[in-house]
């Protein structure tokens, strides 16, 4: 029972679309209308009002899915208990009830998800999981699924726990589905010597 309520309320928590509200309470606009995705995410929020209102929204997505994946571990739960409770802020910030369940991709809530579950070093590596792949290529879609598959294997090849390894691989399914429309289109290759392509 208590582990269906700390799912509720980590899904009610990575629901609350804080760069649509930072949007239309500081600009006055709607941030899905920066970018033909959409999104009421962080990124969009960037575009619309730079760092000032990027930054803040952004660390609130990080925010709102870290608090109720800490507490429920705060009170003791731990292995398979934490898998619902994990991924329930990704599919509350992709399916929030507060934007007619048209929520945003689930990046930052999936920054927030990892830094609860395994603290500063764990986010590092999939903050650099991320950034190697947007390295080699621009497109965003691109490097949230690539991104977050290599950081399954790094948890594979640690040695993780079977919970950990599941949540993960949710973790991919989740942001393969939030960002299908751009994956049908391919990768667009930067220019490196490794692969020899213009960008």
Known sequence: MMILVWSALAF??????????????????????????????AGNAWRAGGWRLGLPAGLLDVGKASAAVLLARSTGVAGWGLVPIALAPLFGHALSPFLAFRGGKSVAATFGVWLALSGLLGVLSLAACFGA?????????????????????????????????????????????????ELRVPPHWRQTRLLGRKA
């Not at 790094?154 to 949540?167: P, Q, R």
Request: proline share 3%; net charge positive.
């Open 12 to 41: 009610t928590l990575g629901a609350l679309p804080f760069s649509y509200w930072l949007g239309r309470a500081f600009l006055g606009i709607d941030v899905r209308d920066c970018d033909a995705d959409r999104n009421p995410g």
């Open 133 to 181: 792949v947007y390295a080699v290529q621009r497109t965003d879609a691109w490097t949230n699924l690539i991104g977050s598959c290599l950081f399954f294997a790094g948890l594979l090849l640690y040695g993780a726990s079977a919970a950990l390894l599941t949540i993960s691989l949710a973790n991919v399914l989740i942001l393969a589905w939030t960002n299908r429309r």
